[in-house]
């Protein structure tokens, strides 16, 4: 059950709401006491003055053998309410008179013990309030004990002392009706709570049970499907988005894939046929001339280096998107590379009946891989001659802009149609209609446009078609011109 991420938000808020109303129903608990407690003191010393107006205005009317004493039984009864005790005595301590032996005791079950004034309590009280002018305590006694209070004071040059007692009996039973408010108020209000709580984060996250639920059901077959996304502007709205794109992205690369397998295996079932066909016709025969078997061979050993061929270029792609093929770089100079790069290519443009040219480019030093960018160079100077028909012109040009190298290969083919541009750098992809290109040709795989890619990139450079029209078209590769050491990703 508490793998439930609706049962945790519950248990989380309902334990945070129990945890607020019992430290906000203990705090009010006290504050009310407290408030209680000053308003009692206060009757307390309220009634004490009004008790001695009360004495002292009934001492100046008395005019028998004990004024005082006949004075304080008049205030006493004057004053004297429910659940209060007075008590009265001179400096040395002894009792004049007291609410207990001036009015008879009710026999009421909050009337005051007759015992409480001799009580241990009270003598403790007494001694205690004997060196103050005003003190206030407690004193046990009765049901729920008493609030007391002692002042002194003067009447015709004596010194006397007033106790009055107040019963706690009513606010005892104030404070527990408060007590119990709280007891059955906290448990009713958690229990509110947590299932409104419940409810709530199950509404809340009804949408993600439905993504989940939907996502569930999304496989290679139906990969196509997308998430419902109910409000754009919410965290799961944005979480439904993302998941999206991450299927829109997951379709591209399984497309990219199923595409590269299904090119992959159209390129080598080719020359493997060949192989077989090949062998077949040679073992066929017991008894065949040299010459016909030295043409097979020659037939097999050109199949196999051009599977071997596509082999390692699919092995280089391979180790790239993996990030395993670790870059070298070293320091060297790129127009030297580009010129040793165009000696090699003239054996194939002479093939072809194509000039090929390099415009002469000042230094270019450079910190790169020199193996890498040779083969990038290589791939465009073939793959332009391979496009150009015979009597047609290959330029390269070597230029530094901005701080970085532009290396550019024009050829003369016949362009390649817009709507093909934007996949010429896909693996195994060929225009071969738009240029012109035919199976004698000898051409390759359509992998070189891509490495020639992946090495411009792996070099923080980039490879760009910038010029494709009926007069031909022009690849350039852009290296950040570095005279320094660089570090490149692998």
């Not at 002392?161 to 958690?190: N, Y």
């Not at 996502?215 to 409000?231: C, F, P, S, T, Y």
């Not at 670790?326 to 320091?331: E, F, K, M, N």
């Not at 100079?333 to 580009?338: A, F, T």
Request: net charge neutral.
């Amino acid at each position: 059950m508490l793998d439930s991420i609706r049962t945790r938000l519950t248990l989380w808020y309902t334990g945070v709401l129990a945890l607020v109303l019992v430290v906000l129903s203990v705090t009010t608990y006290f504050v009310f006491l407290r408030s209680v407690e000053r308003r009692t003191d206060a009757n307390l010393n309220e009634l004490s003055e009004t008790f001695l107006v009360t004495l002292r205005a009934e001492l100046e009317d008395q005019t028998g053998p004990d004024p005082f004493k006949a004075a304080a039984q008049v205030a006493i009864a004057e004053h004297l309410f429910r659940d209060q005790v007075y008590w009265v005595a001179d400096a040395t301590g002894k009792m004049i008179v007291s609410s207990l032996e001036t009015v008879p005791a009710s026999s009421g079950k909050n009337s005051p013990p007759p015992d409480l004034l001799s009580s241990a309590s009270f003598q403790e009280f007494l001694k205690a309030a004997s060196h103050a002018e005003r003190f206030f305590g407690k004193v046990r006694g009765g049901r729920n004990g008493y609030r007391a209070f002692a002042r002194r004071f003067s009447a015709r040059g004596n010194n006397y002392t007033l106790v009055i007692l107040q019963s706690l009996h009513a606010q005892t039973e104030m404070l527990e009706e408060v007590t119990v408010t709280f007891a059955w108020v906290i448990p009713i209000a958690i229990l509110l709570a947590s299932v409104g709580g419940y409810f709530l984060a199950r509404k809340s996250l009804a949408p993600v049970v439905a993504m989940s639920s939907q996502a569930g059901r999304i496989g290679a077959a139906n990969l196509h499907e997308r998430l419902v996304v109910q409000n754009e502007r919410d965290e799961l709205g944005l979480l439904a988005r993302s998941f999206n794109s991450l299927l829109d992205r997951l379709g591209e690369s399984f497309e990219r894939q199923r595409r590269f397998m299904a090119d992959a295996s159209h390129e080598l079932r080719t020359p493997v046929a060949i192989l077989r066909g090949e062998a077949e016709v040679a073992l066929s025969q017991q008894a065949r001339p040299v010459e016909e078997y030295r043409e097979s061979l020659s037939v097999l050993h050109k199949e196999a280096q051009r599977l071997t061929h596509i082999v390692e270029d699919l092995f280089t792609l391979t180790r790239a998107d993996a990030g395993q093929y670790p870059l070298q770089p070293s320091d060297f100079y790129l127009d030297e590379l580009i010129v040793e790069c165009v000696h090699s290519a003239r054996t194939l443009a002479l093939a072809k009946k194509t000039s090929l040219a390099f415009d002469d480019a000042a230094e270019a030093p450079i910190h790169a891989d020199e193996s890498l960018l040779r083969r990038m160079v290589l791939n465009l100077l073939d793959n332009a001659i391979k496009y150009t028909p015979e009597g047609g012109r290959v330029t390269v040009q070597c230029r530094c802009e901005r701080g970085e190298y532009a290396l550019s290969i024009t050829d003369t083919g016949t362009g390649i149609p817009a709507e093909l541009r934007p996949r010429i750098f896909e693996r195994f992809f060929r225009a071969d209609k738009a240029r012109s290109r035919s199976e004698s040709d000898g051409g390759g795989a359509g992998l070189g446009l891509a490495i020639s890619r992946w090495i411009a990139q792996a070099h923080q450079g980039r490879l760009e078609l910038t010029r494709s029209d009926s007069t031909g078209s022009t690849f350039t590769a852009y290296l950040p011109a570095n005279s320094g050491r660089t570090e490149f990703p692998s």
